[in-house]
């Protein structure tokens, strides 16, 4: 039987970091129900799990990412193969080992793999993968609700992998009428690519208008296989 879904508390009562309950489970009812409200689970192995609304929210309005002109040449020069969906597995285990400088150990556990492959399997999860050759040179994976994806991380191991990985996303999510992505928290890499703190009471808001589904967010398009777009 599927379990029931969490209810969650409203995330405008949560502190600015962010912090809004704690325990519960990542069934795929209760994980849809989190990014429908605005939270998100973010925690260590061996802790509880935390769901996360911090304030103010990393947004990437599709029509604000910006490609410096030394990416619009690695991705013209077709160093890179972009797929969706193609591996999500890979993906999100290469995301899990990731080295990222000022963390100690990783966020997504054995559990996270198991809880967002499962959503992957129920049509929510995706993935983006970047082939150089046939190495899976970087890529990311998210949820896509309604007219919203929710970045969840990326990895890369070649130079500009994840950023062109990141710009296909875009040009299919754009494509889909996406209002925008949410990148959670934010970093100076995602500022410079053109992602905004929003407050979270607008992003709160903008969320709520954002959520009556589309009928083509992530369909497959052909004219969307090259990151140009």
């Not at 769901?51 to 990416?71: A, G, I, T, V, Y």
């Amino acid at each position: 039987m599927t379990p029931p879904a969490a209810v969650f508390p409203d995330p405008r009562l949560a502190p600015a970091h962010g912090l809004l309950a704690l325990g519960g489970e990542l069934s795929v009812p209760t994980l849809l129900a989190a990014y429908r409200v605005g939270v998100f689970p973010w925690y260590s192995e061996g802790e509880p799990i935390q769901w996360w609304s911090p304030d103010p929210r990393c947004l990437l309005f599709p029509d604000r990412l910006r490609l410096s002109d030394s990416l619009r040449r690695v991705i013209r020069s077709a160093r890179f193969t972009v797929t969706f969906d193609r591996d999500f597995p890979a993906v999100i285990r290469r995301c899990a080992v990731a080295p990222r400088p000022g963390q100690d150990g990783t966020w997504i556990t054995a559990a996270m793999i198991d809880a967002y492959t499962a959503l992957h399997a129920a049509g929510y999860a995706h993935s983006v993968e970047v082939w150089q050759g046939d190495e899976l040179a970087g890529g990311l994976y998210g949820v896509a609700l309604g007219r919203v994806f929710f970045g969840e991380s990326m990895f890369s191991t070649a130079t500009d992998a994840s950023k062109v990985g990141l710009a296909a996303l875009v040009a299919r999510l754009r494509a889909g009428g996406c209002r925008f992505i949410d990148a959670q928290n934010p970093t100076p890499h995602l500022l410079r690519l053109g992602a905004e703190p929003v407050p979270r009471a607008r992003f709160l808001d903008l969320l709520a208008e954002a959520l009556d589904p589309p009928d083509d967010l992530w369909a497959e398009r052909d004219d969307l296989k090259d990151p140009r777009a």
